[in-house]
C-alpha cells in the first residue's frame, strides 16, 4: 500500500525512469511511485513530464498543484479510477433520496461530535452547548445543527472576532490543511469508481468535489487542532509541513490502528458500502486524538 506524502518546493524537473519518480534538483532523488500516495509540487518552476503524469495517474497517486502562493490550486482527477467504474457511476446515480440524507445525518453527527471532544480537551464550556445540539440532530439535519454548532466552535476556539472569510495566517493554515485532507478523500473516491461531483449534500454545481467535501466532514477537527496549536504567525514552509503531516498521523478505525492517509480508504469504502447496500451499519468513522 502507498504510504509516501511527496512535498516538492524548489525549483526542480521531475520525470520517469524504470518506475521511479526523478527529481532533478541540486541533486537528483529517486522514489518508487508504489511507494507513493500523494505528491504536492508547490513551487510554479517545476516542471514534469507528461510520461510521468500518465503513470502517476495509473498508480492512482493524487497529484497536487499550488498556485504562485503554494496554497493547493488543482489536482488530477483521473477518468476512470476503476475497472467497473460504469457500474459504480450508475450505482451512485441511483443511490436513494432516503439513505444518502441517514448517511449525511451520520456524518453530521460524527463532525459534531469530534467538535464537542476538541473543545472538550481545551476545556473550553462551549462543548456544553454542542452536546446539546448534537442530542437535537434530525434526519438530513433539518434544523442545521452543523451551522449553529460550527458558529458556537468556531467561537470558542479562536475568539468572537474569528471569520473564515478575513485572510490571515490562521485562515491559510487552515485551508491548507482542510485542502489536503479533501485531496485524499477524493483519491479513494476516483480511485474506487465513483464520481467526486455527486455529492450526497453537497450540490455545488462549480464544485467538482461535492462527494468529498461531503466525507470529509468528520476530519475537520484534525486539521483545526492541528493549526491551533500551531498558533501560525505567518504561514510558511514549517507551518505547512506540520499540517501536511496530519496524513503520518495515527488514528484508529474499528479499534485497529492505522496511518490518516490509510484510515481514509477504509472510512470512504464503508460510506460507499452504506450507500450501495442501503444500510448504515456498513459506517465506519475514524477515531483520532484531539
Known amino acids: 500500500?502507498?504510504?509516501?506524502?511527496?512535498q516538492i518546493s524548489e525549483r526542480a524537473k521531475l520525470d520517469l525512469r524504470l518506475g521511479y519518480l526523478t527529481v532533478r534538483g541540486e541533486t537528483v532523488n529517486k522514489i518508487h511511485i508504489s511507494e507513493i500516495s500523494i505528491l504536492i509540487i508547490e513551487n510554479t518552476a517545476v516542471s514534469i513530464t507528461?510520461?510521468?503524469l500518465a503513470e502517476l495517474v495509473k498508480k492512482k497517486v493524487k497529484v497536487i498543484f499550488c498556485d504562485e502562493k503554494r496554497n493547493p490550486l488543482f489536482e488530477t482527477s483521473p477518468y476512470y479510477?476503476?475497472?467497473?467504474?460504469?457500474?459504480?457511476?450508475?450505482?451512485?446515480?441511483?443511490?436513494?433520496?432516503d439513505i444518502k440524507e441517514s448517511v449525511w445525518t451520520r456524518i453530521v453527527e460524527q463532525k459534531i461530535f469530534n467538535q464537542m471532544r476538541h473543545l472538550e480537551s481545551r476545556n473550553l464550556k462551549e462543548s456544553e452547548m454542542l452536546e446539546g445540539y448534537l442530542s437535537e440532530i434530525e434526519h438530513n439535519d433539518s434544523t442545521n445543527r452543523e451551522g449553529h454548532s460550527a458558529k458556537v466552535y468556531f467561537n470558542a476556539l479562536f475568539g468572537k472576532d474569528f471569520s473564515r472569510e478575513r485572510e490571515s495566517p490562521l485562515n491559510a493554515a487552515l485551508n491548507y490543511g482542510y485542502g489536503v485532507i479533501l485531496s485524499?478523500?477524493?483519491?479513494?473516491?476516483?480511485?474506487s469508481g465513483y464520481l467526486t461531483q455527486l455529492g450526497i449534500c453537497?450540490?455545488?454545481?462549480y464544485n467538482m468535489f461535492n462527494f468529498g467535501s461531503d466525507l470529509m466532514e468528520?476530519?475537520?477537527?484534525?486539521?483545526?487542532?492541528?493549526?491551533?496549536?500551531?498558533?501560525?504567525e505567518n504561514f510558511g514552509k514549517?507551518?505547512?509541513?506540520?499540517?501536511?503531516?496530519?496524513?503520518?498521523?495515527?488514528?484508529?478505525?474499528?479499534?485497529?490502528?492505522?496511518?490518516?492517509?490509510?484510515a481514509i480508504s477504509l472510512y470512504c469504502r464503508s460510506v460507499f458500502d452504506s450507500l450501495d447496500n442501503e444500510d448504515i451499519s456498513y459506517l465506519r468513522f475514524i477515531e483520532y486524538e484531539l
Open 184 to 191: 485524499a478523500v477524493n483519491r479513494h473516491i476516483t480511485a
Open 202 to 205: 453537497h450540490d455545488n454545481i
Open 218 to 232: 468528520p476530519l475537520r477537527p484534525l486539521v483545526d487542532k492541528t493549526v491551533y496549536d500551531l498558533k501560525p
Open 81 to 97: 479510477g476503476s475497472h467497473d467504474t460504469s457500474r459504480k457511476v450508475r450505482s451512485q446515480i441511483s443511490w436513494s433520496r
Open 50 to 52: 507528461a510520461a510521468l
Open 238 to 262: 514549517e507551518e505547512k509541513v506540520a499540517v501536511l503531516s496530519i496524513l503520518n498521523s495515527e488514528c484508529y478505525i474499528d479499534g485497529k490502528k492505522h496511518f490518516l492517509n490509510n
Open 1 to 6: 500500500m502507498s504510504w509516501r506524502i511527496v
